[in-house]
């Protein structure tokens, strides 16, 4: 995935979530309804976790240097997670408080009755627009895979992240309008409560997921199936006979780390060996262009062989 594509997606949030969390807080205000409290927390959260998503992505493009000399690509896989904390801690855990709270002191909505409907419904629109452009953007790269394949595969976490909080911005609005529809067709602020009680729910979910695919990524993963097939092809030819083994690593989402042992044979000299070397970096790099960093240790397969129990 290009990184401009998230950004696209990232700015496209951003600006949705800034607009609906200052008309979601002023609906508050005027209402004191529980759910549009609960929502105005959960744009807010999605802004700062947004611009956290901007701030890792600059910061991933530092050069290498002598204390990291494979880069800092893994800045966005920690901002990412970051984003599941935020998401976790000032989100959902907020909106569940508040659903305590109301549930302990029920009340009604008493005035200002059309403003948390009206802003909710925009607020669908203005995410409905968010979660297309999302959507659109990550089609460029998602190929045939379902949306959870590719939630679960991606490298790049920022079109993933996007996509789960616009999702789940849009079923909070649903349930937030639940919520304040129910208390002014009955009066009763409980339904206000289990409003706010469901987008608690909802946000916590969403953040374990995230915080389960990102820790994945922060741990190291390596390439896809198809980039390790095109990988191995690429290695073999023009004095590489096969490949005794391969391992992978993600230094960021567009930059791959290649470790392998390759099989030469005992009559070559050093000169043409390294001479194979060099060639079969060049096929890798045209196969796979994120393999950046690429390490071939040269061997005999025979006595690879022989020194395995």
């Known amino acids: 995935m290009a990184h401009g594509g998230g950004n696209k997606a990232i700015i496209a949030a951003l600006s949705a979530n800034l607009g609906i969390a200052v008309t979601k807080f002023i609906a508050y205000l005027l209402t ?9 927390v959960h744009s807010l959260a999605d802004s700062g976790n947004q611009l956290l998503l901007l701030v890792g992505g600059k910061r991933a493009k530092r050069a290498a240097d002598e204390e990291h000399p494979f880069g800092y690509g893994r800045a966005r896989y920690l901002y990412a997670f970051v984003v599941s904390i935020v998401l976790f801690s000032l989100g959902g855990l907020f909106a569940l408080y508040e659903a305590w709270h109301k549930f302990a ?10 403003v948390p409907v009206a802003v909710l419904l925009a607020g669908i629109v203005m995410e409905g627009f968010s979660f297309r452009t999302a959507i659109k953007e990550a089609n460029h790269t998602r190929g045939s895979q379902s949306w959870w394949q590719y939630i679960r595969t991606a ?20 349930f937030a309008l639940f919520g304040v529809g129910m208390t002014l067709g009955t009066g009763d602020g409980r339904w206000d409560a289990i409003g706010s009680a ?18 994945s990524l922060l741990l190291g993963e390596s390439a896809t199936r198809k980039d390790v097939d095109a990988i191995k092809a690429a290695l073999v030819g023009q004095g590489v006979p096969s490949v005794i083994h391969l391992r992978t690593l993600h230094l960021g989402p567009e930059e791959l780390l ?13 000169v ?13 790099r045209a196969a796979v262009p994120i393999a950046r960093v690429i390490y071939l240790e040269p061997d005999l397969r025979r006595a690879v062989e022989a020194a395995q129990p």
């Open 32 to 40: 004191h309804s529980s759910s549009m409290l609960a929502e105005s």
């Open 105 to 114: 002191d029920p009340h009604g909505i008493d005035s200002w009755h059309w």
């Open 155 to 174: 490298k790049a976490p920022e079109l993933p992240v996007v996509l789960l909080e616009d999702f789940g911005a849009l079923l909070g609005l649903v």
């Open 198 to 215: 469901a987008i608690g729910l909802l946000l916590v979910v969403i953040a374990v997921v995230l915080a389960i695919e990102t820790k």
């Open 258 to 270: 290649v470790a392998a042992k390759i099989e030469v044979s005992a009559q070559e000299s050093a």
């Open 272 to 284: 043409e060996v390294a001479q194979a070397i060099d060639a079969a970096e060049q096929r890798v």
